[in-house]
């Protein structure tokens, strides 16, 4: 393949919107189950304990529905402390209660306000980073999307320049022996691998497709012929990377495709298609501007 370069290619790890969610809810209900208990331990008033609890349909309420979300559930979390103190303002009277009921409503609702602004300032940032990024997390190549823009802008060079490109693509069977560990490490040496083995000028991709892997390498100024035999020493590189990790795969059994620019634009246009419904699927939320 192509001499060593691009040697410090960015390796990524991130969690999408929807795991971090899902990780600062687990880690908010452990923060309140503590609390609780702390409370209870303490021998605090239990209605008192159950008010500290409330807080946890409020924080779901704005953590999966923004400000909306957390002031209704702080309303009705705020009705429902008027309603186990029922019992002692039927008892005492309102006028003795009602400084504690306003200081406990106001708690709800500046915590469903300000946890809900929050939680939809952190969405709106991450889908304005999803709408930017063009690094695959599993091998720090670059994902589908980043192919669809590239292979725009080559086909606007051909056709202004009268240049040439070609597009290969590899597509690796799941290594599902693996474990999850092993299977990372394989990925990110794969990307390692690949990376180091392209020209500078050569854009190469990773992207997944149900349980199989996906390498696309836009080549520009690479004739169907150089392509051709780019793709048959990656597929020996990749074969040979997989039996270090004891992983069985033989080169004939990865399937690679080449199409060149202008010469086949409608392999082009399937190749990219492909790729532009994948990042469709990793991008939900910016959807819109992967679209043809």
Known sequence: MRAMVDATRPKTRSVSYTQARGLVLL??????AVVALIMYVRRVDPTEVSATMFFLPVFV??????????????ALATVAYIWIRSPAIDLIGWNELVGLIITRGAGYMAFGLIGGWATEQLRDSITKLDLYDQIDDATGLFNARSLVETVDLEKSRSTRYEKIFSLVTAELPAPGELSRRARRNFLTDLGDRVGRSVRAVDHAVHAKEGDNHLLAFVLPETSAEGARIFAGKLAEQVADLAAEHHLHLEASSIATSVASYPDDP????????????IAADEFPEAADSIAD
């Open 27 to 32: 880690l908010g209900l452990v923060a309140l």
């Open 61 to 74: 309420g704005f953590l999966f529905w923004g400000i909306r979300g957390g002031v209704t559930l702080g």
């Open 266 to 277: 409608e392999t082009v246009r399937r190749v990219v298609g492909r790729f532009r419904d």
